[in-house]
């Protein structure tokens, strides 16, 4: 008892070809889920490169606050004191 070619062939095309396209993107739709729950949740995904160009950009913001206030003392030595009206 042989299987007919009408009922193997099928079968042999959904193993190659089919099937494999198939878990592939089973598997590439539950991780986009998995990101987007966890994105959802409140969880941030930040590159390092990302993390080093705001670590720059918060560097150069303390340099220029510490230098505004070195100007406001050097113009106004009691601004700190005085209180906002």
């Known amino acids: 008892m042989s299987i ?13 070809v089919i099937g494999p396209i198939w878990v592939v993107f089973h598997y590439v739709t539950a991780w986009k889920r998995m990101r987007a729950e966890a ?8 590159s390092a490169a990302d993390l080093h160009r705001l670590n720059d950009v918060a560097e150069k913001l303390e340099a220029r606050i510490s230098s505004l206030e070195t100007i406001l003392d050097d113009e106004f ?8 009206s």
């Open 77 to 84: 030595p009691d601004w700190k004191t005085k209180t906002k």
């Open 4 to 16: 007919p070619w009408a009922l193997a062939l099928p079968v042999i095309v959904f193993i190659a």
């Open 39 to 46: 994105l959802a949740e409140g969880e941030v995904a930040i």
